[in-house]
């Protein structure tokens, strides 16, 4: 099945926040933000701003009629920075006006008078001053200090790996409208509506209730929209409470770009230790997440850091910690990956420095060391399958591991102005949010008269075909055609206390909840056939919208078989509720069952470096991916590509520059660099692992957002490859991304 919003996207006429017809009066608000990273405001002068023709009102926390406080996790985060001031670009207040373009005019209009504090933006600094979000956490198995000692070969280093802007092509946006007796609906560009809800309760004073929040897509979110799309949700909804108007807030982008939080940056100590026979034995590592100004999703990126540390290897002998740092920065949030990124790349930093100082190619020690069932993760589960072993047979039959490594070194024989470097990323992921609790979902599913469907779901879409795969869920379940069923837009009052549609697990969590519901009112329609058939019900079955009796199909129609039920008072409507059965992890021990399953898979990346100009291609990738029995290889392919190209954008161009005052200097697409058509990848060829699927994911569909994302770390180790070729004694630079400046000089030092 084709996704359903292909025609819509291209024709232009999906809508976004931005595209729902305005109320009349609407109110346009521009976020006033702080101009400097740390300090305390002494004095706010609005005078200008409030007498630019067209404003309405100025919205402040004295304002706020319940608490001035957005934190999810930790309740650290003020809406309205009163009056201390923790990153550049922190929400002061919000201007109110006829129109946008006055609203953001007046906003710049407004004059601080701040005593400035000296930023911090270094997590190793923050780690110093013991300046952190949550307590340090740390994972271990066996023993590492006696391991070492029965090493042959200690690595030492130290790495670092950047953050990463979402660029989401729908900046953050909301729209709220005023209702009767003081309720509002919230029209929000929101992974988490029920986060969105709960936390513009708690600042309006008011109960959950009383706010709606309505979805019906994203312009992509990748994470950046599980948290971040709260505030501008909670401060429309307070100029709605305050004004009783409708009030819409669009972001320009580079106010989003200056204002909201990114991709975690880590810097990384490590030691790693291999037996003769390249075995990782022992592999000890410190991580220092650059949280930001504020905990937001730190603490839970910060677990699931550690739940990948050994990425896709059995280690016997690990101890991992990460800390997660308070530096003057927007706060960092979740971002595809979800902190399992940035565990992957020190472990393929450590095996690559291993592999250097030995003196071997990396894949003979990542080959080595893949994890078998039975064998456990630092955090006590064991892999269900033996997928990281199969996922590397089948890659090595498919594209021919040897025949690629012959073919780059006849080329750098035969070239001597571009080299070409060669690496493999072997993948496993965690598929469950890492805590327990969020691993529940609900649908609701109507059947109308006429016998077609309506469902709704707490999933949220976002790009990645989450509706389609809800449609087909549903379609398949009841046995009717997809055109029958429509997906509803993700409602709070129609499925509540929802989980954010993140962690992959949309599709998985809200699937199964369908499911149960779908199943629920099939069963009933079977009594009411066999009634009206004589029958027994289990003599019935229901397939391709037709009835069929003992094996012979009847001249009920779908139609009827609905009419029927209603007219003799069957309910047609059902909810579904799903929690994910088996999973636990206990926090002293740090040890448990934290995930439903595993999803694996290899990508061999080949890139070119330009030795005269330091530039680079990425000529192809190859993937082997475990997408269990997909449901929809179209959807699913493209998640796979766009979260390569992503992954590789992370690595290779995308770097994010602060200066030491905490501002952001990269804000602009001219110096912040995103793959584009250019540096995407030539070609990426994807071949499906061969398997039965899992019986927790959503018929048998392994869940697919983010696991392919790390894919893209091997475009680091390729670059660097292509450089060994020019400059034999290169050594592998670990402070990624790995841009064309970087390499320039490292193939000349
Ligand atoms: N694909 C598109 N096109 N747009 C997105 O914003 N977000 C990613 C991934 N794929 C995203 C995407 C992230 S971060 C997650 S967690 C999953 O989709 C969420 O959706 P799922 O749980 O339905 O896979
Ligand atoms: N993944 C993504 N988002 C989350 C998670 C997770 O494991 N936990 C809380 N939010
Ligand atoms: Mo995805 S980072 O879990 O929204």
Redesign the pocket.
């Known amino acids: 099945m084709k996704n359903i919003d292909s025609r819509g996207h291209v024709t232009g006429q999906s809508i976004y926040i931005d595209d729902i017809p305005e109320q009349q009066g609407t109110l346009h608000g521009a976020v006033v933000v702080s101009p400097v990273a740390h300090g305390i405001i002494r004095n706010i002068d609005y005078t200008k701003a409030e007498s630019t023709s067209g404003v309405v009102r100025i919205v402040t926390a004295a304002d706020i009629p319940g608490e001035n406080q957005i934190g999810s996790i930790v309740q650290d985060e003020q809406l309205f920075a009163d009056p201390e001031i923790h990153f550049k670009g922190q929400p002061v207040a919000l201007i109110l006006a006829n129109d946008y373009d006055t609203a953001w005019e007046a906003a710049g209009k407004v004059v601080f008078d701040i005593e400035e504090k000296q930023p911090v933006t270094s997590p190793r600094e923050a780690a110093k001053n013991k300046s952190f979000l949550v307590p340090p956490r740390t994972f271990r198995q066996g023993d590492v200090t006696s391991a070492f000692k029965e090493c042959e070969y200690i690595v030492k280093g130290s790495a670092s790996s950047a953050g990463q802007e979402h660029l989401y092509l729908e900046t953050q946006g909301v729209y709220t409208l005023p209702s009767e007796n003081g309720n509002i609906k919230v029209f929000s560009s929101t992974?988490g509506p029920t986060a969105v809800q709960r936390i513009t309760g708690h600042v309006l004073g008011c109960p959950m209730h009383k706010i709606e929040v309505d979805v019906n897509r994203l312009g992509g979110?990748?994470?950046?929209?599980?948290d971040q799309a709260t505030p501008w949700a909670v401060m429309a909804s307070l100029g709605t409470f305050l004004t009783h108007k409708a009030v819409k807030i669009i972001l320009p982008r580079h106010i989003d770009l200056m204002i909201t939080g990114k991709r975690h940056p880590y810097e990384y100590d490590f030691t790693i230790g291999l037996d003769k026979s390249l075995k990782i034995i022992a592999f000890e590592a410190d991580y220092f997440q650059n949280g930001g100004a504020a905990t937001d999703l730190s603490p839970a990126i910060l677990e699931r850091t550690l739940f990948h540390i050994t990425n896709a290897y059995y280690i016997p002998n690990v101890r991992g910690t990460v800390y997660s740092c308070r530096t003057n920065l927007p706060p960092n949030?979740?971002?595809?990956?979800?902190g399992a990124p940035q565990g992957m790349f020190l472990m393929e930093t450590a095996i690559a420095k291993a592999a250097e100082a030995i003196g071997v190619k990396a894949d003979a020690i990542q080959k080595n060391n893949l994890i078998r069932k039975g064998e456990t993760f630092p955090y006590g589960q064991s892999p269900d399958e033996d997928n990281a072993v199969k996922v590397w047979k089948q890659f090595d039959e498919k594209f021919g591991i040897e025949k690629i490594k012959e073919s780059v070194k006849t080329y750098n024989a035969q070239n001597r102005l571009t080299k070409k470097g060669f690496a493999l990323m072997p993948i496993c992921f965690g598929i469950s949010f890492t805590n327990q609790s969020m691993n529940q979902a609900r649908a609701l599913v109507h059947i109308y008269q006429d016998g077609s469907i309506g469902i709704s779901t707490g999933a949220v879409e976002?790009g990645q075909g989450v509706n389609t795969k809800m449609m087909q869920v549903a379609a398949q379940v009841l046995s009717v055609n997809v055109e029958r069923v429509k997906i509803e837009t993700t409602n709070t009052t129609r499925v509540s206390n929802t989980s954010?549609?993140?962690?992959?697990?949309g599709a998985d969590l809200n699937g199964k909840a369908l499911e149960i519901a779908c199943n629920k009112l099939k069963e009933r329609l079977i009594l009411v056939a066999a009634k009206l058939l004589n029958t027994e019900a289990d003599s019935i079955i229901i397939e391709n919208e037709k009835v069929i009796n003992s094996g012979k199909v009847s001249s009920l129609t779908w139609e009827e078989l609905v009419m029927t039920a209603h007219l003799e008072r069957v309910g047609l409507t059902e909810n579904g509720h799903y929690a994910t059965p088996e999973i636990h992890f206990d926090k002293n021990l740090e040890k448990g069952h934290p995930f439903a399953y595993h999803v694996f898979g290899m990508a061999g990346i080949t890139a070119v470096v330009d030795i005269l100009r330091g530039t680079y291609e990425i000529e192809n990738v190859d993937i082997v991916h475990d997408f269990g029995k997909s449901m929809n290889e179209t959807i699913d392919h493209g998640q796979v590509e766009g979260a390569v190209v992503q992954g590789i954008g992370w690595m290779t161009i995308e770097d994010l520059v602060f200066d030491e005052k905490g501002s952001f200097l990269s804000n602009s697409l001219s110096t912040y660099k995103v793959p584009d058509i250019y540096s995407a990848p030539k070609e990426i060829r994807i071949s499906d692992l061969k398997s039965e699927g899992n019986e927790r994911a959503i018929l048998k569909s392994k869940a697919v957002?983010?696991p392919p994302f790390n894919y893209g770390i091997g475009a680091f180790f390729a670059i660097q490859d292509a450089m060994r070729a020019f400059r034999e004694n290169y050594e592998l630079n670990t402070s990624a991304p790995i841009t064309h400046e970087k390499v320039l000089l490292g193939l000349y030092k």
């Open positions: 992974q979110g990748f994470g950046g929209k599980e949030t979740a971002f595809r990956g979800f976002m954010p549609t993140a962690a992959s697990s957002g983010e």
